[in-house]
C-alpha cells in the first residue's frame, strides 16, 4: 500500500490542523494504521493508532486529549485531527500501515512520506 500524507502546514500554539493520509495500491481496511513523527535532531516517536476496524485507538501520553486518530475505510484514508497545538508538536509526521495495531515503529512495514508541522509560540 502507497501512503501519502498532507496537510501540514505553519500554525500558531492553539490552534487546531487536520493531518490526511491517502492509501492508494491496496485497501486500509487490511491494515491498522498509525502516525508517527521526527521532530529535529530527534528520533521518530509513536503518536497515535487505529485498528482495521476503528474499534480501538491508542495514543502517546504527550497527545492524549488533544490528539484524534480516526480512519475512513470507504475513502482509504486516514485522519489526525490535531487540537490545542504547542511548540513541542512541531515535526514532521508520517503515516504508517501495518497487520497489527501497536506503538511499535518497527511492526509498521508500509510508510509515506511525511509532512511538516509548525507550531509557533
Known amino acids: 500500500v502507497q501512503l501519502q500524507a498532507s496537510g501540514g502546514g505553519l500554525v500558531q500554539a492553539g490552534d487546531s490542523l487536520r493531518l490526511s493520509c491517502a492509501a492508494s495500491?491496496?485497501?486500509?481496511?487490511?491494515?491498522?494504521m498509525g502516525w508517527f513523527r521526527q521532530a529535529p535532531g530527534k528520533e521518530r516517536d509513536f503518536v497515535a493508532s487505529i485498528s482495521r476496524s476503528a474499534i480501538r485507538t491508542n495514543y502517546a501520553d504527550s497527545v492524549k486529549g488533544r490528539f484524534t486518530i480516526s480512519r475512513d475505510n470507504a475513502r482509504n484514508t486516514v485522519y489526525l485531527q490535531m487540537n490545542s497545538l504547542k511548540p513541542e508538536d512541531t515535526a514532521v509526521y508520517y503515516c504508517a500501515a501495518g497487520v497489527i495495531q501497536t506503538t511499535r515503529e518497527a511492526d509498521f512495514s508500509s510508510w509515506g512520506p511525511g509532512t511538516l508541522v509548525t507550531v509557533s509560540s
Open positions: 495500491g491496496r485497501t486500509i481496511s487490511n491494515y491498522a
